[in-house]
């Protein structure tokens, strides 16, 4: 071969070379390519299940879940054999299911009972024109009648005494006036069960203060929205903050806590777009019932570090890193998190051989075996949940350490595995529980009226939101009428002596027989 011909050569292997280089590079960028259409088709479907689809996180063939389109709705059930009126059967989605018997009397035996006797104008005899005797009154139905609010003025007038003797001998004596109750707030003519109502309706109904605005004028009795807000601010700072104050340190004797925490937005916060309402709830299984709402300038770990001050305790929480750093509490993971993150990794056409339907699946079954234990007493279920839970808490964990994966399912493994040793935790003491979702229950209650509310205006009108809301759901919680709470301790509290403040504690006996 020529000298000519070599140099060629190499020429073409050169350039062989950078085509077969360039080759991998494209190949290497359309892999790439591909990864992210993939992420991107992935996120697309995931939003659009968030947007049109079932918010709650159900599997198909569940038993329990109904079909809208089920034809079997409108066609005719099978009769099989006789059946009687007492096991009347209603037909429901892909399932039947027995009437309780006696419901509807239960439900009316709680309510007040008039009696109407319908009588016979003329009770004389078509026959032979003599008068009819009573011979038995029959109960033919029952109704629910509505009674409609209404408010009334209520005058108090005080009695005012001398003595007459000493008016004769000329003794002079002071005069003596009867005692009258204090209202709650100065200058208003708003009783205790009037501000309740309206705490009642804001923070239980969610009715925020612009609709209430309309109600009362309806009733006859305007009150503007800025006056109702007044109200609830004022009975805060007099007497709810030191009530909750009280509450507080019962929560912080208790050995298991939940905790979680939402956005909030204060209109005259020139500092920051939003703030954030932190809910601090007893578990399951303590003493008390117990819920406090507290208002964070931020979602940092300091808002949880100095509420909880030295707490040494179990603090159930998210994966949320605020939560990293709290000295001298055990951390327990919410499974609940960990699910939904299989949960939305499902692809859309998923089947049941997916490697996230199979987490979720798992998650289940977990949760179904922990159920199955909530009757046993604590040192009981702590013994069954290392016998039975702890094995396949380890299996699951396993399974996760086992797989590789991107996108929505990666993110979810890696999310479980984050949260290993914490959720290990919750083997460690009888009275934890797998989910934090008695926390994120209660979170709800001030999301649903943050919809309607949309903001505080100010720092006081926030704390007061934090400090109500904290009465009506541990009102609720120990079993009591949040409305006759209320009431109760706005009717009381102004006119307390000596009285300490745990003698209005929703759990005590006095309390619990007022406000039931």
Known sequence: MSIKSEKQFEVIIEKLDQLLEENKQLKTLIAQKDDELSLQKEQIEFLTQKLYGPKKETLNGDPNQGNLFNDSLFSEPEQTGDQSDEDEVIITTERRRKKRKGLKDKQLSSLPTVDHIHELESCTCPTCKEAMKDIGTQLIRQEVKFIPARVENHRHF???????????SGTRT???????????????????????????????????GYRQDAYWNLLGYPIPRHTIANWHIKTSQYYFEALVAVMR?????????HADETTFRVLNDKDRQKSYMWLFSTGKYSERAIHIYKLGPSRSGSVPRDFLEEYTGYLHSDGFSGY?????????ACLAHIRRKFYDARPKNYSSKSVAHKGVTLCNELFALDKSLKDLTVSERYDQRLKLVKPKLEAFFDWCESLTAHGKLGTAINYALSQKERMMNVLADGRLVLSNNLAERGIKSLV?????????????????????LSLVETAKSNGLHPRKYLDYLLTYLPNRQNTPLEAYLPWNPKVQMECR
């Open 249 to 257: 340190q019962e929560l912080l004797n208790q050995k298991v806590l």
């Open 174 to 208: 002071p005069f003596a006036k009867s005692e009258i109750p204090r209202l709650p707030l100065n200058n208003t003519a708003a009783s205790a069960s009037l501000i309740a109502e309206t705490m009642y309706q804001k923070f239980e109904q969610k009715v925020p």
């Open 158 to 168: 005080q009695k005012t005494y001398t003595c007459a003797n000493c008016e004769k």
């Open 448 to 468: 649903m009226g943050r919809k309607n509310w949309l903001f505080s205006k100010s720092f006081d009108g926030a704390h007061a939101v934090a400090t109500i």
């Open 324 to 332: 990293n750093n709290l000295p001298g509490m055990t951390m327990i």
